[in-house]
């Protein structure tokens, strides 16, 4: 398994202004992945600056309209072929795709149905004149949760139709054990969410994320998905300059690159 793992290690700098008429970023990070025994080194500049992103995976600046993306990733996800409902749809708030599809609705009736504090624990600690609140979610308390009953019902489905028009569905027996069996493919997954938080101001200072989940069952002795997001903020309220880098190539959103 030591050759399939991969694990990545990445740090970024940058400032940003979220002013949605306006917004600017400037984002730079550098890393390396590794996969095995090749290492892979990584950097990665982003600016956006007048409407327009700028990226430079290290073979020179590159420009697109911020507003061609957009319209882009929107018409990908609206594209997507397989899934009940259309994610363009909702991204423009229209969720009637939600309520006319009887797997979807099923699934939001589940979600809403969900007590959050039976999976998920907040605690405040303080410390270096900061409030540290850390959210912590018990994985297998949530796959265990009766309430997503409805959701296993929805992957069965699935598989079911995969398996033919013919195949047929899916006791609740049966549910309750693929329930009861993903619940045990996660029993130790963890997800943790801490914000540093300065009790005077109340701006946010840190956030981080570290999520960890194994897939030994799946892949192999080991394995696992790990994940670790730490930002710091500085600064809040401050101007922001972000400057377009010069000699930018500007690409044709019409055009496959």
Do not use: H
């Amino acid at each position: 398994m030591g050759e399939t793992n991969v694990s990545a290690n990445l740090k970024g700098t940058g400032a940003i202004d979220a002013n949605k008429d306006n917004p600017a970023l400037q984002l730079d990070i550098t890393g390396s992945v590794v996969q095995g025994k090749d290492t892979q080194d990584v950097n990665l500049n982003v600016r956006i600056v007048d409407g327009i992103i700028y990226y430079n995976d290290g073979t020179g600046w590159k420009g697109e309209k911020l507003s061609d993306v957009a319209g882009m990733a929107e018409s990908g996800l609206g594209s997507t072929s397989g899934l009940p409902v259309d994610p363009s749809a909702l991204a423009s708030g229209d969720l009637s795709s939600l309520s006319s599809n009887p797997e979807t609705a099923a699934a939001m009736k589940a979600l809403s149905e969900l007590k959050p504090s039976n999976f998920l624990s907040l605690v405040r600690s303080d410390s270096d004149g900061l409030a540290q609140f850390t959210l912590k979610m018990d994985v297998a308390k949530l796959l265990a949760d009766p309430a997503l009953m409805p959701l296993f019902a929805g992957m069965g489905g699935l598989m079911g139709g995969s398996s033919g028009a013919n195949a047929p569905a899916m006791t609740d027996a049966q549910m309750q054990q693929m329930q009861a069996m993903v619940g045990a493919m996660f029993s130790t997954a963890t997800v943790t969410f801490d914000e540093y938080v300065d009790p005077a101001s109340s701006d946010l200072q840190r956030a981080a994320l570290a999520i960890a989940l194994p897939l030994d069952s799946m892949v192999g002795p080991g394995a696992a998905v790990n994940i670790n997001f730490d930002i710091s903020l500085s600064d809040q309220g401050e101007p922001v300059a972000v400057e377009a880098p010069e000699n930018a190539t500007m690409m044709d959103s019409t055009t496959t690159q």
